[in-house]
Structure formats: C-alpha cells, structure tokens
C-alpha cells in the first residue's frame, strides 16, 4: 500500500466531523507569536493536519497532540509528495469527514501553492476556508529592520520566485531593475549568483546593497548583507540555508546589526 493511501486509512479509522472541510492556513515566517489569532484557533481546532518544511518548531508545538500529522514537506530534490498527491491528499481526507489544516509557511497565497490547493478542493466540492498569514518578506524585513518601501528609497516592492517550475530563471529582468524599487527573492539562494549576474547585466548597479535573511524571526536568525557583486562570493564563503530571503534594493543600507532581539510577548487575547 502507497504511504499515501495508508495516511488516508488512518484518518478514515478516525471519528470525524460530518462534512469534512480543509483550512489552508498561513504559519508565517516562524514566529508563532506572529499568528493571527485565527489561524491559531484553526490550529487547536485540526483534526488532521497536513504541514509544510518551513512550518516551524515554535508553531508545530502548538498542534493539538490528537490530531493526526501529515508531514508534506519538500526541499531542493526531495519531495516527500508530489503537488499533485498533495492535492489528492487534501481531498480524501476531507472527503472522509476530517475537519482538515494544511498549515503552510508564511502566506498560503504568496508563492505556497495555496491557490492550486484551493482549485483542486473547490473542483470535488470541498469547503475551502483561507487564513491568510505574515509572507515572509515583510515579516523577515521588519525582523531585521529593514522597510520594504520608504519615501526616501523604495516606492515599490516586488516579491519575485527564485525557482521556476522548470528550475530555471525566467524573468522579466529589465522590469526588475528600476530605480526606487525594493526586490525580495523567495528561494532564490541556490540561484543567487545567476540572479545577481542578470540584475547587472540588465543595468543594476554593482553596488547595489543587499541582504540575505536566513531562518527570519526565529531564535537563530541571521543577517548576510553585501553589495550585488559581492553576492556570489558571500553565498560561497557563509553557505546559507534555505528557508532565506534575498532583499535587493537601498533599503537595505537601513539595516543596524543587532535591531532584532527574540522576546516573549504574555499574549493578551484568549483563544
């Protein structure tokens, strides 16, 4: 028997609700005090949930012990699940009966796939319900304290995917290089020379500053900050790891080391 069918013969043997239904839920970018507080309450609610690699510890503690966990995740070359047994899975466990929470890192809707999830689901007639959550470039940037836009540098942001479906880089790199505009590359690390490579041969300056956010708004994130040139160089000599953040642009000349500090928060609402 497929793992795939055994994950789904365990949650058949469960006691489910009648009708089953799926949340896609945002996780954000780890802290779990930077849930909203409905994802939170989605969360102690799941009888099934069906996570991602970039849901982080902090966050997964918070998983009610009975509920039944899925774990989907992918990293460069190893898929736990297909996208599309992904799909499948979401929608035989909610056609069993489960109250179902795919909890995705980040935003479900910004570059998690959430809105393939939610067109396979809506196709059988499965009640999809959206959590948005805190994407990881405004989270991570504001961890660090680095403003995505701001009157004197950046009137724009664009959020670009570093990994095509074909794993390449197929983009519109004159429209990327603009002045007064902000760029954050979601897993773009393992093609951040190619990256830096195009941005000036498109017209980026050299001396563009950057900065890459590696585990943002966890106990040990850290800050690489170069110029576009000296990128590749930087990703040779520190080696970061995935889940990171490349922000390209002036703002990143705001950051100060040291702004960002983990601190407890005593929460103020109930859930």
């Not at 040139?229 to 705001?254: D, M, N």
Request: hydrophobic fraction near 45%; charge should be positive.
């Amino acid at each position: 028997m497929k793992a795939i069918d055994m994950l789904i013969a365990c949650a058949q043997q469960r006691q489910p609700v009648v009708g089953g239904e799926v949340w896609l839920v945002g996780a954000g970018p780890g802290d779990a005090e930077l849930l909203t507080i409905k994802a939170l309450r989605a969360i102690s609610q799941a009888e099934v949930l069906v996570f991602d690699r970039l849901v982080s510890p902090a966050v997964m503690a918070l998983v009610p012990k009975q509920a039944l966990r899925i774990d989907v995740g992918k990293s460069p070359r190893c898929h736990t699940l297909s996208q599309p047994e992904i799909n499948q899975l979401l929608v035989e466990l909610a056609q069993a009966g489960n109250r179902v929470v795919r909890l995705k890192g980040g935003d479900p809707f910004i570059f998690g796939r959430g809105g393939e999830e939610m067109v396979a689901l809506q196709r059988h007639g499965i009640p999809c319900h959206i959590v948005p959550g805190i994407t990881a470039a405004s989270g991570c940037a504001a961890a660090t304290g680095i403003p995505l836009t701001h009157r004197d540098h950046a009137q724009s942001v664009r959020f670009v995917t570093g990994h095509c479906r074909d794993g390449g880089l197929k983009l519109d790199w004159r429209a990327l290089v603009s002045d007064g505009q902000t760029l954050v590359f979601y897993m773009g690390l393992a093609l951040g020379a190619s990256i830096a490579e195009q941005l000036m041969r498109h017209g980026m300056s050299a001396e563009t500053p950057l900065a890459i956010i590696e585990r943002g708004t966890q106990p040990q994130q850290r800050v690489l900050t170069a110029t576009l040139v000296e990128l590749p160089a930087l990703l040779t000599r520190e080696r970061p790891q995935s889940p990171g953040l490349l922000v390209i642009g002036s703002v990143v000349g705001l950051y100060r080391a040291g702004h960002w500090q983990a601190q407890q928060v005593t929460p103020a609402v109930a859930v």
